[in-house]
């Protein structure tokens, strides 16, 4: 991008994201109580960008007997061998936000996510 001065400008990709704060204290999002008697749900303040998740639990799903994740306010990664579970993981994501099985390409139906032997799963995802 040239300037009036003719100089050329590198455009800076983070000056179009949001900035976000960050504390020295803890990279996890504090809880606090607002003034405003209508809300009801604490929302997270700290780095994390609204809308991000901040929390997976999943209980009898795939191969998880009782599982919590509690992802970062950036980059995050799903690391492992093998059949270690990555992929459970993001299935629950998935199914946990509403998604249809048939996405995942694993099953057409969402009882066939429930572990085996186990009459239910549950999935949690906070926001």
């Known amino acids: 991008m040239a300037t009036p001065?003719?100089?050329?400008?590198?455009?800076?990709?983070?000056?179009?994201?949001?900035?976000?704060?960050?504390?020295?204290?803890?990279?996890?999002?504090?809880?606090?109580?607002?003034s405003n008697p209508t809300s009801t749900l604490p929302r997270p303040s700290g780095p994390f960008v609204e809308g991000s998740i901040v929390r997976i639990a999943m209980e009898n799903f795939l191969?998880?007997?009782?599982?919590?994740?509690?992802?970062?306010?950036?980059?995050?990664?799903?690391?492992?061998?093998?059949g270690t579970g990555k992929s459970s993981i993001v299935c629950a994501i998935c199914l946990g936000l509403a998604g249809k099985p048939a996405f995942m390409g694993r099953a057409d139906k969402v009882g066939f996510f429930v572990k085996r032997g186990c009459s239910k799963g549950v999935v949690e995802i906070e926001l």
């Open 5 to 34: 001065s003719g100089k050329t400008m590198i455009p800076n990709p983070q000056a179009s994201k949001r900035a976000l704060s960050r504390e020295a204290s803890s990279e996890v999002p504090s809880k606090r109580k607002t």
């Open 63 to 82: 191969t998880y007997d009782i599982c919590e994740v509690s992802p970062g306010p950036h980059l995050n990664m799903i690391i492992g061998a093998n």
